[in-house]
């Protein structure tokens, strides 16, 4: 069975504590992962796509990595308003369009 | 961009009522949006994709007769949540795909639903 684990379910860091978020997959035929940022009571907000193993994504204080087996979110010298949980999500082959979310990092960054 | 937008953000109904929720692609066509139900401390659980034009695929569990989804055009899909019962409370959230870019879902803010 297809399965995204999420790793630490929560996480707390003083402002400028860099660290990672890590997301692990079992999926027959990755077709892409996906990070999302998501705020309380909002919907997603949509960060990176990484497709293939070495590939490496960023955007302002966040870098996306991607191994065969894990892909890891790296947060570089984080503010208070990067607190949120960060859902992982898989696209797997078959032709079939279903993108399977991980249950999230909720992230907590204190001044 | 890719917005997407959601409404209502809020709504309260009593039991056994009807109500519709519904999903806008505001600045691009999606022939594909997805409606997600997500529980507290839970990731996003995929209800049903919903594809312009035919009927919408549902999920292993969840009941087509009771989430009635429509998508009659390339901007606009409908979720109504029929005779809401107390555990039909919950989160629900839409997406929508860009043409060409497959797994890149564009969510809408959610409805947060709250049956008396």
């Known amino acids: 069975e297809d399965q995204v684990t999420q790793s630490p379910e929560a996480l707390r860091l003083q402002e400028g504590e860099s660290s990672s978020l890590n997301c692990s997959y079992t999926?027959?035929?990755?077709?892409?992962l996906f990070w999302y940022r998501q705020d309380p009571g909002k919907g997603p907000e949509f960060l990176f796509t990484?497709?293939?193993a070495g590939e490496e994504k960023e955007k302002e204080r966040l870098k996306a990595t991607l191994t065969k087996k894990e892909s890891f979110l790296h947060i570089t010298a984080p503010k208070p308003e990067d607190s949120a949980t960060y859902l992982c999500a898989v696209r797997i082959s078959g032709g079939y369009q279903k993108v399977t979310f991980g249950i999230g990092t909720k992230l907590q960054v204190i001044p | 961009g890719a917005v997407v937008s959601q409404h209502p953000s809020r709504v309260i109904c009593k039991s056994g009522t009807s109500v519709k929720i519904e999903c806008r692609s505001l600045d691009f066509q999606a022939t594909t949006m997805f409606w997600y139900r997500q529980f507290p401390k839970q990731s996003l659980m995929l209800m049903a994709t919903?594809?312009?034009?035919?009927?919408?695929?549902?999920e292993q569990g969840v009941e087509k007769d009771k989430f009635l989804i429509n998508h009659a055009s390339l901007t606009l899909s409908t979720l109504t949540v029929t005779s809401a019962h107390p555990e039909d409370s919950s989160f629900y959230i839409c997406s929508a795909q860009k043409t060409g870019l497959p797994g890149e879902l564009f969510f809408g803010e959610g409805s947060r639903l709250t049956v008396l």
């Open positions: 990484l497709y293939s």
């Open positions: 999926v027959s035929g990755l077709r892409g």
């Open positions: 919903s594809n312009e034009g035919s009927k919408a695929t549902y």
